[in-house]
């Protein structure tokens, strides 16, 4: 099903579920420190891991 997963860190995970695991279409933005900005992800999950099409994007707040 399709759920909100808000983690420890201030990672998100907005999108498909199976059995638990991120699996489907889905949204992940957590913050990158070394980078100094945010990382999202738009695309297809299998299993927790990213597979098949997807974007990702690196950017300020105010950008993503």
């Known amino acids: 099903g399709k759920g909100i997963f808000y983690g420890e860190r201030g ?7 199976e059995e638990g695991k991120r699996t489907g279409f889905g949204k992940q933005t957590y913050w990158r ?14 299993n927790d891991k990213r597979e098949g099409s997807g974007t990702l994007y690196l950017g300020t707040p105010s950008i993503i």
Request: proline share 0%; no cysteine.
């Open 11 to 17: 990672e998100t995970y907005d999108g498909e579920f």
């Open 33 to 46: 420190n070394q980078f100094n900005a945010f990382e999202v992800y738009i695309g297809q999950w299998l």
